[in-house]
T-cell receptor, first 111, second 115 residues
Framework: QQQVKQSPQSLIVQKGGISIINCAYENTAFDYFPWYQQFPGKGPALLIAIRPDVSEKKEGRFTISFNKSAKQFSLHIMDSQPGDSATYFCAASYSWGKLQFGAGTQVVVTP | AAGVIQSPRHLIKEKRETATLKCYPIPRHDTVYWYQQGPGQDPQFLISFYEKMQSDKGSIPDRFSAQQFSDYHSELNMSSLELGDSALYFC??????????????FGPGTRLTVT
């Protein structure tokens, strides 16, 4: 059973647009929420992460919004570029534990 | 910056054979995690080690075993391989001195194909 639910499954956005991916979790023991970017045949690359005591974190064009009461968090990719076309995974963990991933979102940025 | 190293990058084995996957974590990282990723799926946790001791175990078949050595590298041993074991296997490493951020950095993976 997927402990982290991710949507949408796929997303097409025009160059310069905003990509938004949403995740929801149930286990309130989770205290670390990263996002990973993965290109075909490559390892997941850590993009940005947040802890539940913060409601928003921005790094460059990537922003995480976190809603602790709703147990939801989202990734916003601003000014999307063709090079951003990849699969994005949200994840959750507690302390130094295993990452539990969402099912992934395939993002395609059209020129 | 140094990254996680995995070897081999590709491995082709026949059913019932054995395979050994190796992982060299980022220098000064003390924790290693193994994940399995099937086609079109998210990575699934197999097992982890902290300071050479097993720290957690996921849905790892009994046919698989792993250990972390004194130099912190880790090996995943897979026996009696089945067709369903064909997947990408990733190793990730982290440091518990990262003030609880649990930043796990993934290697490039080993693509295992069982024929």
């Amino acid at each position: 059973q997927q402990q982290v639910k991710q949507s949408p499954q796929s997303l097409i956005v025009q160059k310069g647009g905003i990509s938004i991916i949403n995740c929801a979790y149930e286990n309130t023991a989770f205290d670390y929420f990263p996002w990973y970017q993965q290109f075909p045949g490559k390892g997941p690359a850590l993009l940005i992460a947040i802890r539940p005591d913060v409601s928003e974190k921005k790094e460059g064009r990537f922003t995480i919004s976190f809603n602790k009461s709703a147990k939801q968090f989202s990734l916003h990719i601003m000014d999307s570029q063709p090079g951003d076309s990849a699969t994005y995974f949200c994840a959750a963990s507690y302390s130094w534990g295993k990452l539990q991933f969402g099912a992934g979102t395939q993002v395609v940025v059209t020129p | 910056a140094a990254g996680v190293i995995q070897s081999p990058r590709h491995l082709i084995k026949e059913k019932r054979e054995t395979a050994t996957l190796k992982c060299y974590p980022i220098p000064r990282h003390d924790t290693v995690y193994w994940y399995q990723q099937g086609p079109g799926q998210d990575p699934q946790f197999l097992i982890s080690f902290y300071e050479k001791m097993q720290s957690d175990k996921g849905s790892i078949p009994d046919r698989f075993s792993a250990q972390q050595f004194s130099d912190y590298h880790s090996e995943l041993n897979m026996s009696s391989l089945e067709l369903g074991d064909s997947a990408l296997y990733f190793c990730a490493s982290s440091s518990r001195f990262d003030r609880g951020r649990n930043e796990q950095y993934f290697g490039p993976g080993t693509r295992l194909t069982v024929t």
